[in-house]
């Protein structure tokens, strides 16, 4: 019945896929854009049906100090494998730290709800496999948008597929508990993304190429731990073309942005 | 010994010459302020007024803005901010049509900054020591959003040195640089529609009604 289901959906998705093709920018980033855009829609339909109603009764119901010790809870978990990440990016010290944390939280901590290591300063990172590919060099590749999950590229699906191959909670068992506990753990994302998606809403002319551009210069500075190069800037000053009299910083911006990633080619719809 | 009169208006203009050299005073500070000094001031002066003012906490957005208008906005450079944000097309809009631009990107901002403080809820911030030497003239500010369970939200301030102090023209979010996340909108609605359209596209955005005020506390 449930592969019935997906079934149906898939077929319905590409349709609407296709349906969707009309309205591309020929983005080269991108150029899976009228699939991705349908994807878009659906998730977001999913989202102000489901997502987002569900997000908010969970935040209005729980105070906020409950909500922390979910949030925590899983990020506990997840600081397991974020060290083993950590640890065949080449960075063993960054890897005992998540483990470290993994051991006082989930004792002193009590299972984790309390992040008493970011309280004694050990610091959370964030690593998925997708980032371990990204520092072995692999490119983002076409950006993706999945049903459900959202924003992806080709390089981060391939890293999901091993994200939730490993993931404690998915694999846990008994399937009661297991389910319980992916739904929390999805709700409880959202609802930390309450603020996030409403501000994505206000500040966005096209919401979807903002949320493509935000997960890509994210994901970018996610593989450089933060501080991405940024070349462009060590350029000497006397290769930038004298133009109109701007303040010099634009010069410099302008280079900047068009440089390392360029975004938008005008080839047309 | 002068008549009354005139030994009044003298105090008056002494005082006002007074007055005035401590205002400019004010204004010296801050240009002489070292660029990461002046985003900790900043940050914590609005985030201490956003904690304490009982009319925002009660979700006056109207509030919000002018304090951010007053607070915030002289020290960011909305020409740069925008120029850079316009990109390749930049030159090829005329003196009005930047100046409308200018004006309806910062309005878009503030706006989004106003809903940006009112999600704030007692983070704690961790300003970091700037890096940079003395002669630089563009440097950018390190500050993180500490909250428990999760990594740290890094914040970067790219700031350059002008003439009335350091001012900010890009501001990085967990590496999402605003202006290079619009370049890219404002670059397809360009193609599509010219300069004028993205002034009208941008106009109908700030026309918008604003998000149910104070959303996140019902």
């Known amino acids: ?269 | 010994m002068l008549p009354k009169p005139l030994r009044l208006a003298t105090a008056a203009a002494t005082a006002a010459i007074v007055l005035a050299g401590a205002l400019r005073a004010h204004d010296a500070r801050a240009q002489g302020m070292a660029p990461d000094a002046l985003v900790k001031n900043v940050t914590l002066e609005v985030v201490d007024i956003i904690r304490t003012d009982k009319d925002i906490q009660a979700g006056d957005r109207k509030k919000v803005i002018a304090l951010i208008e007053s607070k915030v906005l002289p020290h960011f450079n909305f020409q740069t901010m925008t120029a850079t944000a316009v990109g390749r097309n930049w030159d090829k809009a005329g003196a009005a049509q930047k100046a409308r631009l200018m004006d309806e990107f910062k309005t878009l901002l503030v706006r989004t900054y106003a809903s940006s403080l009112a999600a704030y809820s007692g983070q704690k911030f961790e300003f970091r020591p700037l890096r940079a030497k003395p002669t630089d003239t563009d440097v950018t500010v390190n500050v993180r959003i500490l909250q428990s369970g999760t990594q740290p939200v890094q914040i970067d301030y790219d700031m350059e040195k002008r003439p009335a102090g350091w001012q900010v023209w890009d501001v990085r979010v967990g590496g999402i640089s605003l202006v290079a996340n619009y370049r890219t909108e404002f670059d397809n609605v360009v193609r599509e529609s010219g300069i004028d359209g993205l002034i009208l596209a941008l106009q109908r955005k700030n026309s918008e009604r604003a998000p149910v005020a104070g959303a996140n506390k019902k």
């Open chain 1, 1 to 269: 019945m449930t592969m019935r289901w997906a079934r149906k959906l898939l077929v319905a998705m590409l349709l609407s896929g296709a349906a969707g093709c009309a309205t591309t920018n020929g983005d080269p980033r991108d150029p899976l854009e009228g699939f991705n855009r349908a994807m878009f829609s659906f998730n977001d339909g999913f989202d102000e049906a489901i997502g987002k109603p569900v997000a908010t009764a969970y935040r209005d119901v729980l105070p906020a100090q409950v909500r922390t010790w979910v949030r925590n809870f899983f990020a506990n978990i997840a600081d397991l494998w974020i060290g083993a990440n950590n640890l065949v990016q080449g960075k063993p010290l960054d890897a005992v730290t998540d483990w470290a944390r993994f051991g006082f939280n989930t004792t002193l901590g009590l299972f984790g709800i309390n992040d008493v290591a970011s309280e004694m300063g050990i610091e959370k990172h964030d690593e998925d496999f997708g980032q371990t590919f990204g520092r072995w060099g692999a490119g983002d590749g076409p950006y993706v948008v999945w049903p459900f999950l959202g924003s992806s590229s080709v390089r981060d699906s391939a890293g999901l597929v091993l994200d939730i191959h490993f993931d404690p909670v998915v694999n846990h068992d008994p399937k009661g508990v297991r389910y319980s506990m992916v739904v929390l753990r999805a709700i409880g994302r959202r609802a930390d993304l309450l603020d996030a998606s409403r501000i994505l809403e206000e500040a966005a002319l096209d919401k979807y190429v903002f949320q493509r551009d935000a997960y890509l210069q994210r994901r970018r500075s996610l593989v450089h731990d933060g501080n991405p190069p940024r070349a462009a800037r060590e350029l000497p000053r006397a290769e930038a073309p004298e133009t109109a009299p701007l303040p010099r910083a634009i010069d410099t911006a302008v280079r900047l942005l068009e440089e390392p990633a360029p975004g938008a080619v005008s080839s047309g719809g």
